[in-house]
């Protein structure tokens, strides 16, 4: 199975902020990466699809960018609906798998 | 608007079945893979099963392989999870979630993008005794 490692694990940021989340996989999987937003008590949301595709709907402001084992998302100015829990996940293969979450809170 | 609305889930004590229940509208449902996921309390999101639009395929996580069934009803609109022998490990959020491609075998991973484009609210499954 391939494995998926966020990191950080949890994040604190302001509003207005550059950030950085990372992704790693244990083997390499092209481009075949999803990043997902989930907030407490809702069920997740894609934002980025194919490592860099942007969802409809979803704010410019959320990028992703990566190939083989490295993936990055990157949130160019936070606004305070951002504060939530992003997972990446990969479609390479069966079983698909998700990383273990990035919290990113309010500074 | 496309929706998705699980239901079925409770309370079951430990060894028990339940069976999960994913009602689809919006889309021609026959054309999409589906997903089970499910989310612990406190925890991340694991996917646990899947199957092709047709429902000729399925996929399955190793920590649910032989106890649960994953299936579909294309006349009906609606997805299922049969759930057997269940442990305390399986209490959880259960999501239901549609696929962007109509299967998940290796020619359609590597010729399409798979992902999870809607999601139902989840449906919430104790084992308890």
């Known amino acids: 199975d391939i494995q998926m490692t966020q990191s950080p694990s949890s994040l604190s940021a302001s509003v207005g902020d550059r950030v950085t989340i990372t992704c790693r996989a244990s083997q390499s999987i092209s481009n075949y990466l999803n990043w997902y937003q989930q907030k407490p008590g809702k069920a997740p949301k894609l934002l980025i699809y194919a490592a860099s595709s942007l969802q409809s709907g979803v704010p410019s402001r959320f990028s992703g960018s990566g190939s083989g084992t490295d993936f990055t998302l990157t949130i160019s100015s936070l606004q305070p609906e951002d504060f939530a829990t992003y997972y990446c996940q990969q479609s390479y293969n069966t079983p698909i798998t998700f990383g273990q979450g990035t919290r990113l809170e309010i500074k | 608007e496309v929706q998705l609305l699980e239901s079925g889930g409770g309370l079951v004590q430990p060894g028990g079945s339940l069976r999960l229940s994913c009602a689809a509208s919006g889309f021609t449902f026959s054309s999409y893979a589906m997903s089970w996921v499910r989310q612990a309390p406190g925890k991340g999101l694991e996917w646990v099963s899947a199957i092709s639009g047709s429902g000729g395929s399925t996929y399955y996580a190793d920590s649910v392989k032989g106890r649960f ?44 993008y798979y992902y999870m484009d809607v999601w139902g609210k989840g449906t919430t499954v104790t084992v308890s005794s």
């Open chain 2, 69 to 112: 069934t994953i299936s579909r009803d294309n006349s009906k609109n609606t997805l299922y999870l049969q759930m057997n022998s269940l442990r305390a490990e399986d209490t959880a959020v259960y999501y239901c979630a549609k696929g962007s491609i109509g299967g998940l075998d290796s020619r359609a991973l590597r010729n399409y």
